[in-house]
């Protein structure tokens, strides 16, 4: 009885976490020794059927080993040296290299593309990655070792929007068509920034944290299945401590600059906006859906504490509110609204304040019945890369859950499309709350969206 109960806990959280990331971007960053593992078919089967199933899939293939092998066939020598904005030593790419690395990274995403095929789902290897080139670093020439310069989101978005898996090779290309190696790890985390990602997985042949890798802060647990979850405070405490660790003896644990490699990634990810960050070991079956579908996950999970700088609204923050506001009531996306009308419902305002300064802002107004709606949700232009909006949204449905509500909706003449790419789906005007009913105002014509929670759980 307790072993179908469970299955059947199993069964209600994957519909659950479906439901919630639906029509999400998630970016794979995958290194080149898992393609070379016996189960990367059944990884790849894994990603088709998320790609099935409505998730928006883009894959960057790791190929370092595979150009190392390459260049050695080919007698020519490979350097590491300078290093990009990560820090990490980069590959000094020479311009008798260029073309030998443009052939090993391109065979590795082919063999991505043949898989998805294999699985019947479309992909699509591209120039999405605009570069320019490192130059001189520490007194060495990098030669056409390149960094991101821009990232074609709307082109990937496209691909994307036919159902296609986009696949960005390690190769960027200048205005001019000069091609530079660019460092996966790099494009994985423009690419995630640029497109919004919702998650992004660092696929591995080692994962994450693993016992005795170094001493870790007390407060850090690892699961009995190995799991672990910290934050990007915590991430940075350990990637401290696992660095001294390498430097003083890093031949006790020889797989501590990967991971070291892969936690630095993730807390820039999480710094750049992105809410979760999994490393995990590709070579396990399901992990990636286990990680995906599951309360008790696998590897090792980095997230962004959403709502650590998001607060109450306090009546010193009115200016700020109504400068936020203000391009959005004059463009009719909000109604407008006055001071007094903010301060008379100063309790359901939040802020989002950064470096003491507010950049989002929002609303929960309850109107009985259970429902609560969320409004007057602006966001500061200029900082369109964090997904602030989209995180002060995050922070108003969890302050409806604890309020005990059993569903939100939005009131939208002009939104519609975001708040769906949110989990709302469109709904009558019947459906609203009596009392906000007879407040409709009809002659907006506003749609109605709403959104039904779930039991609250740790979203991973």
Known sequence: MSSSLSQINLIREAFLYQSRFEGSTMVFKIDFPVTEDPGFPS????????????????????????????????????????????????RITGEQAIPFVEMAAFHVATRYMTLMSGSRVEALIGNFVRARGLGVVNGIDMGQTGTVDKIYADSIRRVLNLGMVPILPCIGWSPSGKSYNVPSDEIALAVSQALGAAKLFIVSTQGGICRGDCPLPQDIEIRED??????????????????????????????????????????????????RVHLIDGREEGTVLRELFSNLGAGTMVYADEYESIRDFHSRDLPDLLRLMEPLMQAGILIRRTADQIQEKRDDYAVFEIDGSIHACGALHDWGEGRGEIAAVAADPLYSGMNLGRRIVGSLIEKARKKGMSAVFVLTTQTQDWFESLGFREAAIDSLPERKRQAYDYERKSKVFSLELERQVDIH
Do not use: N, W
């Not at 080993?65 to 030593?89: C, M, N, R, W, Y």
């Not at 390498?246 to 990810?269: E, F, N, S, V």
């Open 43 to 90: 990884l790849m089967k894994d990603l088709a059927l998320l790609a099935k199933t409505g998730f928006r899939i883009v894959i960057v293939p790791g190929a370092k080993e595979s150009i190392d092998t390459v260049l050695k066939q080919h007698e020519i020598i490979s350097a590491f040296g300078g290093g990009g904005d990560s820090g990490e030593p980069a």
């Open 226 to 275: 190995g799991s672990v979850r910290l934050t990007p405070q915590e991430t940075e405490a350990i990637i401290s401590l696992m660095a001294g660790a390498h430097a003083a003896g890093g031949q006790k644990a020889p797989h501590l600059p990967q991971t070291l490699r892969g936690l630095r990634l993730a807390l820039r990810a999480c710094r750049a906006g992105v809410d």
